[in-house]
């Protein structure tokens, strides 16, 4: 089975510069999630989809991240302008609906450096 | 609000030691589900274990084990007889329960294990 594939693996960008990352998640898993990990943290949700919706976005910052997930499958989340505080770690993981709660899959994440 | 706590922010140990990493959780739901990710260099958050809030049975997977205490909100993990694959950043998450399926997990801080021969 393929793993969550996300791209690109890194990404230098100058500071009010529009970026994109895209995810694709393990097949037949209509959850996916995007999460923020700054250097020695733990990963932050941004924003959960089930199939094509948002269910929560409430730690998206909003004035300036936008995500969306066409078809329920692909997303992409991007940010524009970009600031110098959004050099983190994106994180795109997927689950299935199952028994229980489903652990949550990993992408590789982008590596974001905002110069 | 839901916290989970990794007061250990890094481990050294030499290989074939035993190395117990340590989890506390806050949460004021009854019903919960713990895990713990080990994130390599590669960057990839891998999956060890779940749990819910009901079993409290230990768990042990090869040379992993689990101690899962409610008593004191704890789920720590212990490497027995460690090796230098083990080195990497070890997460420890709470999941809180609202659609029945989906997560939506709190970390901890991580904590960094360097395995040396």
């Known amino acids: 089975e393929a793993g969550v594939v996300q791209s690109p693996r890194y990404k230098i960008i100058e500071k009010k510069q529009p970026v994109a990352f895209w995810c694709n998640p393990i097949s037949g898993h209509n959850t996916l999630y995007w999460y923020r990990q700054n250097l020695g943290q733990g990963p932050e949700l941004l924003i959960r989809y089930e199939n094509e919706e948002a269910v929560d976005d409430s730690q998206l910052p909003k004035d300036r991240f936008s995500a969306e997930r066409l078809k329920g499958v692909d997303s992409t989340l991007k940010i524009q302008p970009a600031e110098l505080g959004d050099s983190a770690v994106y994180l795109c993981a997927s689950s299935a609906i199952g028994q229980g709660i489903s652990p949550l899959h990993f992408g590789n994440g982008t590596r974001l450096t905002v110069t | ?117």
């Open chain 2, 1 to 117: 609000a839901q916290k989970v706590t990794q007061a250990q922010t890094e481990i050294s140990v030499v290989e074939k030691e035993d190395v117990t990493l340590d989890c506390v959780y806050e949460t004021r739901d009854t019903t919960y589900y713990l895990f713990w990710y080990k994130q390599p260099p590669s960057g990839e958050l891998v999956f060890l274990i779940r749990r819910n809030s009901f079993d409290e049975q230990n768990e042990i997977s090869g040379r992993y084990s689990w101690n899962f205490q409610k008593s004191t909100s704890s789920f720590n993990f212990t490497i027995t007889a460690s090796q230098v694959v083990d080195s990497a950043v070890y997460f420890c998450a709470l999941s809180e329960v609202n659609t029945g399926t989906a997560s939506k997990l709190t970390f901890g801080t991580g904590t960094r294990l360097q395995v040396t021969l």
